[in-house]
């Protein structure tokens, strides 16, 4: 194993974390959203998980769950938006909550638990909310590299282990039957505490790849390599010029892919982490390629300035052109705009949104990004069995630009090359969420799609399953809760 970073340089970018953060006291915003969740019951996912603790079997609604559908979809997102009579100041903040839908013997059942991290432990034993977060100033110093830690993007199930994974910090160990939040993950001593991103990539053969913004002593990028047992393989760090929120990444055969918006991080602006970021559409959005033997950087392109958050899939032609999926919009403000207003109770998202697009990175140095698909387009996701492959079908959820409520309101079949291929939209009522892709057959495409919804009418969360090769048939089957769920972000399917 090598390990580019000593245990000194990891401290190095802890040292100064604080001076991104304002510490004044954050202002209440409770009010304001309560009273327009009275007036708004769209507002509902956004409002905090009614219990640290739910369970119970989804109803059937309509159709039959298919026999064949055994396993876990593990969920998590931000769920506790509000603490000691202060709500969050952005929909990134609040405690996360790992879900468990659990489907064996044509049945279904839920199971959610708020996340009881450090960072959590600290403020109620303080009695107070003073942690800063990603949107949201606090009045505590931060003590460790882990103290900012919410554990609410995503969840990964890895050589038998479930994690929480969180942007700026480690991964969070979860009991899979109690649903407990454990210790954070060490890869290596010299990595503890570092930026373990939600985003990682499992290959077939179990190989994982992730990657971490690191902001001190200047932003670089950590890159790791994890093999199938859970052992660090490699490490390195990267100096890759002006960086900010990196969420995302692809693999391909030979390469891990990034491409790096220009909404980039100036640690001595004040305020958040996010008021610490600037949009510089002047310096493009750059590409870079690095080699996945020695993780170092191999090429650079330069794309017109977009800000994205997800891809979708990555591949190599022979030729060494590197094709990939993204969510781009022309600018932030769907993250610095529309989910600080709708955390106030302002249920409108009228920024401009990503859009279902594709990167080409040409060996001859030259890079195009083309349109894919007409709309919105959010939380792609593709046959994991295709990861760093040629793939010919990506889901996502799809909708409109601007407009009341939630924007993403169907879910749509994508074809790299042919855009939108097929769709369901759902009902103006339902709120859908990350829809994942349970393989079944041997070809791709040949599975299920997953995807819970939140159902306004009712005041309660649901799950569809689609057929998905046949999305515009409706679900195959749909189950609903007698409790709403807030709105989350990223999940896994584990089969049985």
Request: glycine residues 10%; proline residues 9%; hydrophobic residues 40%.
């Amino acid at each position: 194993m090598t390990v580019e970073l000593s245990r000194r340089a990891a401290l190095r970018t802890l040292v100064g974390l604080p001076a991104l953060i304002a510490t004044g006291a954050a202002a209440g915003i409770r009010e304001d959203f309560a009273q327009a969740l009275a007036r708004d019951p769209r507002l509902l996912g956004f409002a905090t998980a009614r219990a640290e603790s739910l369970s119970a079997p989804l109803t059937t609604l309509s159709g039959r769950l298919p026999s064949g559908l055994a396993g876990v979809l593990w969920r998590n997102g931000p769920a506790e938006h509000e603490r000691f009579g202060h709500r969050y100041r952005h929909w990134f903040d609040g405690d996360g909550m790992v879900q468990a839908f659990a489907f064996a013997d044509g049945s279904a059942r839920h199971r959610a638990r708020i996340l009881d991290t450090p960072k959590r432990r600290r403020e109620t034993r303080a009695g107070k909310r003073i942690v800063p977060a990603f949107g949201t100033p606090g009045t505590g110093p931060l003590l460790g590299p882990d103290d900012m830690n919410a554990a609410n993007t995503s969840i990964l199930a890895h050589s038998g282990r479930l994690m929480a994974l969180w942007e700026g910090g480690s991964a969070l160990e979860v009991d899979p039957e109690t649903l407990a939040a454990g210790r954070f993950a060490v890869w290596h001593p010299d990595l503890a505490g570092l930026p373990f991103s939600a985003h990682p990539k499992v290959e077939p053969d179990g190989t994982l790849w992730n990657i971490g913004f690191v902001t001190r002593p200047r932003p670089s990028l950590l890159f790791y390599r994890i093999d199938r047992n859970g052992k660090l393989v490699k490490a390195n760090l990267v100096d890759a010029g002006p960086l900010g929120i990196v969420h995302d990444f692809v693999v391909t055969a030979r390469h891990l892919v990034l491409l790096l918006p220009p909404f980039v991080l100036e640690p001595e602006r004040h305020g958040t982490f996010l008021d610490s970021h600037v949009w510089r559409p002047q310096l493009g959005t750059r590409a870079l390629t690095v080699d996945k033997n020695t993780l170092e950087p191999v090429r650079r392109h330069v794309l017109p300035p977009g800000f994205h958050f997800h891809h979708g899939n990555g591949w190599e032609e022979p030729d060494g052109t590197i094709r990939l999926d993204l969510c781009q919009s022309s600018d932030p403000r769907f993250v610095t705009e529309d989910f600080r207003h709708v955390m106030r109770g302002a249920a409108r998202f009228d920024s401009a949104h990503p859009r279902y697009r594709r990167a080409v990175l040409r060996p001859d140095g030259t890079a195009s990004i083309e349109d894919g698909a007409p709309g919105v387009a959010e939380f792609p996701r593709i046959d994991p069995r295709y990861t760093g492959r040629r793939h010919r079908a990506l889901f996502a959820l799809a909708g409109e630009v601007g407009g009341e409520g939630w924007p993403l309101r169907r879910i749509a079949r994508l074809d790299p090359e042919r855009g939108e291929t097929d769709g369901w939209a759902y009902p103006r009522h339902q709120a859908p969420e990350e829809h994942v892709f349970v393989p079944r057959g041997e070809t791709e495409g040949d599975g299920w799609l997953i995807g819970p919804f939140l159902d306004i009418r009712r005041r309660a969360a649901g799950l569809n399953v689609f057929e998905a090769a046949r999305v515009s048939d409706g679900p195959l089957w749909q189950g609903i809760l007698p409790y709403p769920v807030p709105l989350g972000l990223h999940g896994t399917f584990v089969p049985a």
